[in-house]
C-alpha cells in the first residue's frame, strides 16, 4: 500500500541566517529523499517547503524546530499543503 506524500511550508524565526541553516536542511533533505526548497527571506527569517513520505517530512520540521549549531530558534510556523509533485531539493535565491 503505497503512503500519500506529505507536504508542508514552513519558516522559522529567531536567529537562523548565517548558521549554515539552509545548508543542514538540504543535506538532511537530500538524506531522506525529500523534495522541496529552502531560503533566507529578507525579514531574516527562514523559509522552506518539505514534500515526501510523512516521517521524512516530520523529520525535516523537527529538525528546523531545533536548528543547526548555532542557531536560535524563537518559533516555527507550519502549514500543511497539498503534495505538488516536486522532485528534488534545492537553496532557492
Do not use: K
Not at 518539505?50 to 517530512?57: K, L, M, N, S, Y
Request: hydrophobic letters at 45%; glycine letters at 12%.
Amino acid at each position: 500500500m503505497a503512503v500519500e506524500l506529505q507536504r508542508r511550508h514552513v519558516v522559522v524565526y529567531g536567529f537562523v541566517q548565517g548558521v549554515g541553516f539552509r545548508f543542514v536542511v538540504e543535506r538532511a533533505a537530500a538524506s531522506r529523499a525529500v523534495s522541496g526548497w529552502v531560503r533566507n527571506r529578507l525579514d531574516g527569517a527562514v523559509e522552506a517547503v518539505f514534500e515526501g513520505q510523512p516521517a521524512d517530512v516530520d523529520a525535516l520540521v523537527e529538525l528546523c524546530r531545533r536548528g543547526p549549531r548555532g542557531a536560535d530558534v524563537e518559533r516555527v510556523e507550519i502549514e500543511a499543503e497539498p503534495a505538488a509533485g516536486l522532485t528534488g531539493f534545492r537553496i532557492a535565491g
